[in-house]
């Protein structure tokens, strides 16, 4: 665990980092002009996106149990689905944080171990990083099939696989597998709950149901696409733009997303995506209006979802409390 001034140190940096990209990316924008591009956007878009955005947090929590009944834990979907609400809202104002406070909340209102719960959400990071390296790939291969230079425009000065980096990955990997065989053998309290952790993340590999988590998995991905490619139907000039227009953008979009900058990498995600627009055709404030159109409507979820999904879990703990006594 690191210290609390580290974690502070590193919350703020990322914080300026954030407002410094929302300064670029509105630093040339005419805001009269942009309040009037998204008041006369096609608002019905806002429905089809709604139901979407449900889903994709309905199918993550459909997986999430999936996990726990691959390891004898008969999870109730509706607590799941309101600590995973709850775990984004926490995210919102400091980022991963909201993993452990899933954990946390499975604790009080189920009694499951810390350690086992987050063993689970270690494996389910695990298969999104996965998953979004199969896409990532993918989309340089398009763009190279394509004679494409979005993404290029965007990594140019960048080198995603070098041989330094590989070696590197896996010097970490032999590093990490030698302190969990350190820790297998000695017997406190400490390594023991840190090699249970691993051990329940290694041992949902052998799931029954694992037809069902990728099912869930591809759900959710398909989900993501959507919540991008619906919002194009916003404005007049963006619905010309194509299905596969759409895939480049979810790609940069869930990329800025992983930055751990506060308020769902305000900042980072208006930046990539808003330049993204503008090398697909786009003017200007068009492309910060979908820059924060998507953001927003994505922001107002998480925290109308996560303060609903706290409240209940309250009122749930409380009620079962009571019967307790």
């Not at 719960?117 to 291969?141: M, P, Q, W």
Request: charged share 10%; net charge positive.
């Amino acid at each position: 665990m690191l210290p609390k001034r580290y974690v502070y140190l590193q919350s703020t940096l990322f914080a300026i980092l954030g407002i410094g990209l929302l300064y670029v990316s509105f630093r040339k924008t005419n805001f009269s002009e942009l309040l009037g591009v998204i008041q006369n956007g096609n608002h019905w878009v806002l429905a089809p996106v709604f139901f979407v955005s449900v889903w994709v947090i309905i199918a993550r929590s459909l997986r999430w149990q999936v996990l726990f009944n691959g390891i004898g834990f008969k999870a109730p979907f509706n607590v799941l689905l309101a600590s995973l609400a709850s775990g984004y809202l926490v995210n919102f104002a400091v980022p991963r944080l909201g993993e452990i406070s899933r954990a946390m909340l499975l604790k009080k209102s189920l009694q499951y171990p810390i350690n086992t719960s987050l063993g689970t959400i270690v494996f389910e990071r695990i298969a999104d990083v996965i998953c979004l390296g199969i896409i990532i790939c993918t989309a340089f291969l398009l763009e190279f099939l394509n004679h494409g230079s979005l993404l290029n425009n965007f990594t140019k000065d960048i080198n995603l696989i070098t041989p330094n980096k590989i070696l590197v990955l896996g010097l970490l990997l032999g590093v990490g597998i030698v302190i969990y065989k350190w820790l297998k053998k000695r017997h406190d309290g400490f390594s023991e709950w840190i090699t249970k952790l691993i051990d329940t993340a290694l041992s949902l590999v052998k799931i029954k149901q694992k037809s069902w988590f990728l099912v869930h998995t591809i759900s959710i991905w398909i989900g993501f696409y959507l919540m991008t490619y619906l919002w194009f139907f916003m404005f007049q000039d963006s619905a010309k733009l194509t299905m596969y227009d759409a895939f480049l953008v979810m790609v940069l979009g869930v990329v800025a997303r992983t930055l751990p900058i506060q308020a769902g990498s305000a900042g980072a995600y208006h930046f990539v995506v808003s330049q993204a627009f503008v090398l697909l055709g786009l003017n200007l404030v068009n492309s910060n209006a979908l820059a924060i159109v998507i953001h927003g409507f994505q922001t107002i979820l998480t925290l109308l979802f996560g303060f609903t999904a706290y409240l209940w879990l309250f009122y749930y703990n409380k009620k079962n409390a009571t019967k307790i006594n």
